[in-house]
């Protein structure tokens, strides 16, 4: 069996159809790329404009500007509007809060708030700001303009994907759904002084805010660009350590360095995030000195090549994901049904040789959907790999025979998802499953699984934000469960899911999430933790003060990061 893996792997190696997403989410939604294509639609006559304007480095190599290369183009900046990129928010914009390691540790720390306190109840916040911020446009910051920020997402006009970031304020739902005009919840007290009123205590609201989602957007400046705010640069206003200067469609986007940023000025004159969407070109033009950066837990089919390369060991910059690679099993198809097949299942796929032959060891095998480095995470017990007990438990459920079952995925998958769906085909067909690979046009695919009708599927979900209510309530309360097709049915775990969001002590809310996540992976086995890969980077010799961000997201601030030739 290890001889057919290792030549079936190398071959989809050779082949080069590892490929990443180096966003937090899996997938987008249709209303997502039907607004990718509302943003980027032939023209964008308002975004190009002379790249190297105010910045006499920009558009060449070298200089002391960073050179990053993206993949795909970006349907807009606008946060509030999109699920997937967000590079140019994490430069250009700045929250309430921001999530940083402090001492190892992933931290809630302020950013435009400069402290907050919270009542007994969990349900009021009260955050003091800062007043020494200045939008890009030299508009002052205030607390009007975090209200502005809330209600934008809420109301039905905006079209807004992430409104799931501010549902929890109060009178939140009744602005999206119409029936007011207004967040009640959402107040200022003054011009620095905010107070926010939960409808319920929400335990993960902090870590919440400091998500990209949460950007806070100028008032006056935002309304005046109306549909062209995260378009056109000229109009898009932050507060964050760059200003977006140019847009060249499938080409590039300019950043330049926000003097009057109040955290003090960023360390390189600029950014630039240039389209490079084969992985190959992106090495060769590292190697020539015209990529300052490249994530090679985004390029792939790259990673072996650097990683095991002499020349290039101190430039290598890693650290740990904080997201699974997980397998989910419907439970309301037959024989998933049986939690014995679904453990069945789990014993006889090799995760370990999966890690060491696709991705070059470059992580480690997990048995919990709460990855290491995320709040709340443990030591969960080990999920063996034990073929022929997997016969066993068959044979005990009645598939001594065995049966035939289908892996869903979508045709734009990652080409390492078809890799490794085949992989377990093979493992499976050892112990007499025999496996058959379904692929479905994305629109399809989706729509079939909100429906709760997608058979076994490979996934993966990085953290939103340092929480395990990213992680757990995402996947396993009742709406949930049946939206991601896993359809489980246990009626504590949907109460305990509700019940720990409300919690105010920290210790017995973690434990709570801790005994959920034993019951739904070691217990009903409900789905199949694979790996959480290491997140792994290449630099240039002169690039100083490049960090992993805690999430081990692609996207990420290069506020820190400065260029010593």
């Known amino acids: 069996m290890k001889k057919y893996l290792s030549l079936l792997l190398a071959g989809a190696m050779t082949a080069g159809v590892l490929s990443g997403c180096g966003s937090a989410f899996e997938d987008s939604t249709p209303a997502a790329s039907a607004q990718a294509g509302e943003s980027t639609g032939a023209g964008n006559e308002t975004a190009p404009k002379d790249e190297t304007a105010g910045n006499e480095n920009a558009g060449t190599a070298g200089g002391n500007v960073l050179h990053i290369p993206e993949k795909k183009e970006f349907p807009t900046v606008d946060c509030q509007k999109d699920t997937e990129f967000y590079v140019v928010p994490l430069n250009i914009y700045d929250r309430l809060v921001e999530c940083e390691v402090v001492d190892g540790v992933a931290t809630i720390v302020p950013s435009l708030a400069k402290d907050w306190e919270i009542s007994d109840d969990g349900l009021v916040y009260t955050f003091h700001l800062r007043d ?29 994907l992430n409104t799931d970031f501010f549902s929890m304020i109060k009178g939140a739902e009744a602005m999206i759904n119409g029936e007011a005009e207004g967040v009640e919840g959402a107040k200022a007290l003054d011009d620095y002084t905010l107070e926010i009123t939960l409808e319920v205590p929400f335990a993960p609201f902090l870590a919440n805010l400091a998500t990209p989602s949460c950007s806070i957007y100028d008032r006056d400046s935002t309304e005046a660009a109306g549909d062209q705010f995260g378009i056109d640069p000229e109009v898009t206003v932050g507060t964050g350590p760059f200003k977006m200067e140019s847009w060249v469609l499938n080409d590039r986007i300019t950043l330049v360095r926000n003097d009057e940023y109040f955290k003090g000025p960023a360390k390189v004159d600029g950014v630039e995030l240039i389209q490079v969407p084969d992985e190959n070109t992106q090495k060769l033009m590292y190697e020539n000195g015209e990529l300052d950066i490249v994530d090679l837990s985004s390029s792939t089919s790259q990673l072996a090549y650097f990683m095991d390369n002499e020349k290039y060991k101190d430039n290598l910059v890693t650290g740990p994901e ?45 048995n919990s959907m709460l990855p290491d ?36 995925q979508k045709t734009t998958d990652p ?28 629109a399809a695919f989706l729509a079939e699984r909100r429906e709760g009708n997608i058979g076994m599927t490979r996934a993966v979900w990085w953290a939103d934000f340092n929480d395990p209510d990213n992680f757990l309530y995402t996947f396993f309360t009742e709406k949930n469960t049946r939206a991601r097709s896993i359809n489980h049915t246990n009626k504590d775990v949907f109460q305990w899911l509700e019940d720990a969001r409300a919690m105010v002590d920290e210790d017995e809310r973690m434990a709570l999430y801790q005994k959920i996540d034993t019951i739904m992976v070691q217990d009903e086995a409900a789905v199949l933790p694979l790996y959480q890969m290491d997140h792994v980077v290449v630099v240039q010799d002169w690039v100083k003060n490049f960090h992993i961000p805690w999430n081990g997201w692609t996207d990420t601030s290069y506020y820190a990061v400065s260029i010593e030739r």
Request: glycine residues 8%.
């Open 322 to 366: 904080a997201g699974n690679y997980f397998y989910a099993f419907n439970q309301s198809i037959k024989p998933m049904d049986d939690v014995r097949v679904r453990r069945a299942i789990s014993m006889a796929i090799d995760r370990q040789t999966i890690l060491e032959q696709m991705f070059n060891n470059a992580g480690h095998v997990v």
């Open 132 to 160: 020494d911020v200045k939008f890009h446009n030299g508009s002052d910051f205030t607390a009007d303009d975090v209200v502005y920020t809330i209600e934008r997402m809420m109301n039905p006009a905006t079209s807004a």
């Open 373 to 408: 480095g995320v709040l709340g995470s443990y030591e969960a017990e080990e999920i063996v790999y034990d073929p022929e007990g997997a016969k066993a438990l068959l044979a005990e459920a009645g598939y001594g025979d065995g049966f035939e079952l289908e892996i869903y």
């Open 415 to 442: 080409a390492d998802t078809l890799a490794m769906n085949q992989v377990v085909q093979s493992m499976l067909g050892e112990i007499g499953i025999k496996v058959s690979i379904k692929q479905m046009d994305e």
